[in-house]
């Protein structure tokens, strides 16, 4: 039997910090082995109390999620995905304010970690839109010249054999932002993941996610990232809740671990190991 080709990728649950049931399903899987990154509002109603409970993971990169659509009761510039889509392609926001936005979550990050992200993404991929964008990396720059976080870049991963809709979404998602934000980013010196995956529709229950979630760990190749957003109980009020419980339900279940084998996946658990600066290009 040929050996497997092993391949480096990262698994990052996002919305670390939005509440203690998706704070306790992240937490629950980085500590079985099952992601190897997650991305924090660190603004978010939980974050400070959980935070702490990161660093009892060594093998977990932790990273900002860089939030700019929900306020989840924080004063702030927070719009609607398609308002701010429409606001920033038309170059229409305040730059001051997306300056002391980012300085913010950048400073709550720390104050509770002790240290830089490891890497930086954005909410529903916020930090790849114009003004954010450039914004972001010229703060990045400034605060940790010596060593800086890579950066989440959303070109999605040939998606063969998935349905139309999840790879047009995927394609949407590439579309507002990604090529143009590789680019600066790599022009800057900053690391990036190589492709991306985890894109759907947050719906279809267990069933539909454990096929989605086999088909991308079997398309991921060295370097890839991918997404995911699990918790460990359906709270009311979250929208995403059942599909999020789904999601966590999948991950640790014993499938997931053949399948890590199967397809020769390795969570590297050294901290810090984001992909290079050539990855993506």
Known sequence: MPEIEQKRIVICADDFGMNPAIDAGILELARSGRLNATSCLSLGPSFSASAPLLLECPGLQTGLH???????????????VPALIARTWLRRLDPGRIQAQIASQLDSFEDAMGRRPDFVDGHQHVHQFPQIRGTLLA????????????????????LTGLPAALRLKARIIDVLGARRFGRMARNRGFGLNRRFLGVYGFQGGEAAYAGLLRDWLSLA?????????????ALTGDGLGAQRFAEFQVLRSDAVGGWLKEYGIVLDPARGAGPSSAAGR
């Not at 703060?139 to 040939?158: G, I, M, Q």
């Not at 060295?222 to 957003?229: L, N, P, V």
């Open 66 to 80: 860089l939030n700019f659509t929900e306020s989840m009761g924080q004063p702030g510039l927070y719009l609607p």
């Open 139 to 158: 703060e990045l720059e400034r605060r940790y010249a010596d060593a800086r976080p890579w950066l989440r870049y959303t070109r999605s991963a040939t």
């Open 221 to 233: 190749k060295e370097g890839d990232a991918i997404m995911c957003h699990p918790a460990g109980e």
